[in-house]
């Protein structure tokens, strides 16, 4: 598997939030995004046509522009294809980012559209080639179409050198258990599975471990519930409104946390990273000050016996 380095800085920096999620991001806005970022040593750099319909790997290729290519690394996605849309509209409703719908996605993980894709990418980007690409949630059009073209046509890409590593990014844990073991994967890109407030995703961690597949765990606070140090009623969950039993059980977690000198989110951060197989964690921001906040909870010391109180208790399983 790849020797590349995954662990760049206290995260990797996503790039769905200057792509424009759920509300508009100035372009100054933008670039001071990622400036903060770069300012607080992150030097891995995730992103996605999806986000915003290109315009996240747009903003993060002229935010890079002027760094040495060799002191960062950069992510994208393939699986969506960018094509001509309506223009009288916004994306919100569809794909839920505040940009214009005078283009849409189209899924094509057929061997052509793979490289097409990472070829309008690395043109958006302004870069010759991208340090890891992943298929983008295979499981939400066809998980088999996915593995058996998309995943294939990556590997090569690799084997030609316009990748370094490849690997499949989604929140189905059934997908991305099937990805490891075709024995394609360098890395996968788990959202929002193995978190501090749930860990279906324990036993595929275990495995990449085994199988020497990198980790990198996105998703952390689980779309906001634990960003919060007392996550209140309208908390989101999954980018819903969070039941209240699970604002009650992060609130349980919290007090525990309370008692080591932790914060919820502090704690958030570090969950992840004692797993062998987690390489890195992956943390959107859309302003600087989000991204030194989560720089700040990032550098937490967070005492081995706050595991021990949260397992005692039965608020983290095993």
Same mark, same amino acid.
């Given at each position: ?9 206290? *995260?990797? *920096? ?40 290109? @315009? ?11 760094? #040495?290519?060799?002191? *960062? ?17 916004? $994306?919100?409703?569809?794909?839920? *980012? ?11 993980? %057929?061997? %052509?559209?793979?490289?097409? %894709? ?26 088999? $179409?996915? @593995? ?76 906001? @519930? ?38 919820? #989110? ?42 021990? $109180? ?9």
């Amino acid at each position: 598997m790849t020797g590349l380095d995954f662990d760049r800085g206290p *995260f990797w *920096f996503g790039g769905a939030g200057i792509g424009n999620l759920l509300r508009t991001v100035s372009e100054d806005d933008a670039r001071t995004t990622v400036d903060a970022a770069w300012d607080a040593g992150v030097r891995g750099f995730d992103t996605a046509p999806h986000y915003g319909l290109g @315009l996240s790997e747009r903003r993060l290729g002229a935010a890079l522009a002027d760094r #040495p290519r060799d002191s *960062f690394l950069v992510s994208t996605k393939v699986g969506r294809l960018l094509v001509p849309g309506r223009g009288d509209g916004d $994306d919100l409703a569809s794909g839920g *980012f505040a940009v214009p719908d005078d283009t849409v996605r189209q899924w094509d993980p %057929s061997p %052509s559209g793979v490289r097409r %894709s990472l070829d309008e990418s690395l043109g958006r980007l302004g870069l010759d080639h991208v340090d890891v690409a992943y298929l983008h949630d295979p499981d939400v059009y066809s998980l088999t $179409d996915g @593995l058996t073209q998309a995943l294939p046509t990556l590997a090569e890409l690799r084997d030609e050198g316009i990748v370094r590593a490849v690997g499949v990014g989604s929140n189905s844990v059934d997908a991305l258990s099937a990805a490891v073991e075709t024995g394609l994967c360098d890395v996968v890109m788990l959202a929002g599975r193995y978190t501090l407030l749930e860990k279906p995703a324990a036993a595929l961690v275990a495995r990449c471990a085994e199988l020497g597949v990198a980790v990198v765990a996105v998703g952390v606070y689980n779309s906001g @519930l634990l960003g919060q140090e007392r996550p209140a009623a309208g908390a989101t969950y999954d980018y819903a409104e969070a039941p209240v039993a699970l604002i009650d059980r992060a609130n349980a977690i919290a007090d525990v946390c309370e008692h080591h000198g932790v914060t919820l #989110p502090e704690a958030a951060l570090a969950f992840p990273r004692r797993a062998p197989a987690v390489a890195a964690i992956a943390l959107g921001a859309q302003s600087a000050e989000q991204v030194r906040s989560n720089v700040a909870r990032a550098a937490a010391d967070v005492p081995e016996a706050l595991w021990d $109180d949260l397992r005692s208790t039965g608020l983290l399983a095993d």
